[in-house]
């Protein structure tokens, strides 16, 4: 089946998605890239622009990814890939061919990589990033999320293309 371009306006269910069923983050090429399974991140408005945010860890194989590519590219999947999307989120790049081992066929689209086998596939393009630091949570969040310090990078991508089936 074909991608269908689409208006961010035309998103549904995003929350459960992202909260519940999870996205692959990817950045690079079809040739070379990574992803990694994620629960965190959203999608609004900011500086006048649809947006995306995701959170990377920089111990993470995807951080090198996404910090030097100017787009990512955040695809989300059918239930039926939720193999595929643990094993994304339980092995590292470093140590084998994610892809390949979790079934999923990487594509070139408009200047980052996606997936043939996502639902939906959100390109963005980087506008700004950010690390988060102790001094900016409430105790809580840093004894639950960081118990070992390794605070994650936000990125906010503008998104210049939503793709659809």
């Not at 470093?94 to 892809?99: G, H, N, T």
Request: proline share 3%.
């Amino acid at each position: 089946m074909e991608f269908k371009k689409i208006l961010t306006t035309e998103l549904d269910g995003v929350f459960e998605t992202v909260g519940k069923r999870h996205f692959l983050l990817a950045a690079g090429s079809a040739a070379d890239c990574n992803m990694m399974t994620c629960s965190w991140g959203g999608l609004g408005v900011l500086w006048d622009k649809d947006v995306s945010f995701v959170f990377v860890r920089p111990s993470r194989h995807t951080f090198g990814y996404v910090e030097n590519e100017l787009k990512y590219s955040v695809c989300l999947f059918d239930d039926e890939y939720k193999p595929a999307l643990n094993f994304c989120g339980t092995h590292s790049g470093r140590d084998c061919d994610k892809a390949q081992e979790a079934g999923l066929t990487p594509i070139d689209l408009d200047g980052t990589v996606a997936f043939a086998e996502a639902r939906t596939v959100i390109v963005c393009e980087k506008l700004y990033f950010g690390d988060l630091t102790p001094e900016q949570f409430l105790e809580y969040n840093l004894r639950r999320h960081y118990p070992d310090g390794d605070y994650h990078r936000m990125y906010i991508g503008e998104i210049k293309a939503v793709y659809t089936r």
